[in-house]
């Protein structure tokens, strides 16, 4: 039994697209009514205001010819921009992976007026990651809905979007998750945000970086998680380390808000089962001294992204359906 699809199934019927929209590609789904992915294509992003615009308007069209779905049949569209998003008013700004800097790009009026008038959903890439995740993990029919989850990037930096009883928790000045930047270590060294010691220093992807810089070139986390397997124990050493701060970051999301779920995501997650190992051992350690920490779970509530579709993509998607309910709404 899956209240889940449920749910799915009392959602706005109709088909919606989402869009993310990377530094260097734009991964698009096309979602139906029951909310299942019927089609996903990827495009290299064109950088600039009116190369996103345009690059949009194109991922918009092909993923639906891909289906063979009349666009006008599509009733809203979602779209998640790695930059500082003002989703009241669709504009992005300060999006600089996408060449989108200076005066705020309105991202929504523009790729609507393109789209014929189609409702369009503007958010910042997190946020679309989070629901995509938490879309994703309720179409699984696991743990109870509304979903409460986190999804964790491990990426350049470390932040989380935060999905509460189901609806997506932004907060007041658009800073809920930003757990990349709480001091663990007063006395560590500088941060670009101007304290000392953030958890970012030690958990993101820059951090393995700094603990095992590349040799041959590849990700370096690829190249420490080969070394560790390897049996290198200055590999195993500093795999260990970077576990126990990323499960510092777990225990501080679920101390805080309780999620049901913390979704490691982001490019460090690219590592799959090894890295939800090593993470999950480390919160086994930490909670062996701890009757409190045992007791909430923690290694149950870490899990990867589900399923092999572009989290964020979908996540646009179930943003784009609101979208397209609050249009049809305004203009019943
Ligand atoms: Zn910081």
Redesign the pocket.
């Given at each position: 039994m899956s209240d889940a699809r449920a749910t799915a199934r009392t959602m706005p019927s109709g088909f919606s697209v989402g869009l993310d929209i990377g530094g260097t590609k734009t991964l698009a789904v096309l979602l139906g009514g029951d909310g299942e992915v019927l089609a996903q294509t990827r495009l290299a992003t064109v950088r600039g205001p009116a190369g996103v615009v345009d690059g949009a308007v194109s991922a918009v069209q092909g993923v639906v010819r891909q289906a063979g779905v009349p666009i006008g049949d599509v009733t809203g569209v979602g779209v998640g921009v790695p930059g500082l998003v003002d989703s009241g008013a669709g504009t992005v700004r300060h999006a600089v992976n996408v060449g989108v800097d200076g005066a705020p790009l309105e991202l929504s009026t523009l790729l609507s007026a393109r789209l014929g008038g189609i409702g369009v959903e503007v958010e910042n890439d997190l946020n679309v990651a989070a629901v995509g995740a938490a879309h994703l993990v309720e179409a699984e029919g696991v743990g109870h809905t509304p979903t409460d989850l986190a999804f964790l990037a491990l990426g350049t930096g470390l932040a989380a979007g935060i999905v509460l009883d189901g609806r997506l928790r932004r907060g007041s000045r658009g800073a809920a998750g930003e757990i990349?930047?709480v001091p663990v270590d007063p006395a560590g060294p500088p941060?670009?945000?101007g304290?000392r010691g953030?958890l970012?220093l030690y958990a993101s992807g820059s951090a393995v970086t700094a603990l095992w810089p590349t040799t041959a070139g590849r990700p370096a986390p690829v190249e420490l998680f080969e070394a560790a397997a390897r049996g290198d124990l200055d590999a195993v050493a500093a795999r260990s380390t970077y576990a126990r701060a990323v499960a510092a970051a777990v225990r501080m999301l679920v101390l805080t808000v309780d999620v049901q779920h913390v979704v490691l995501g982001g490019g460090v997650s690219q590592l799959g089962q090894p890295l939800l190992d090593v993470v999950r051992d480390a919160l086994d350690d930490e909670s062996a001294a701890s009757a409190f920490l045992r007791s909430l779970d923690l290694p149950g509530r870490v899990r990867l992204a589900p399923g092999r579709v572009a989290v964020g993509a979908v996540g646009a998607a179930v943003v784009g359906r609101a979208a397209g309910a609050r249009a049809r709404d305004l203009a019943g």
């Open positions: 990349g930047h941060c670009a945000c304290q953030c970012e």
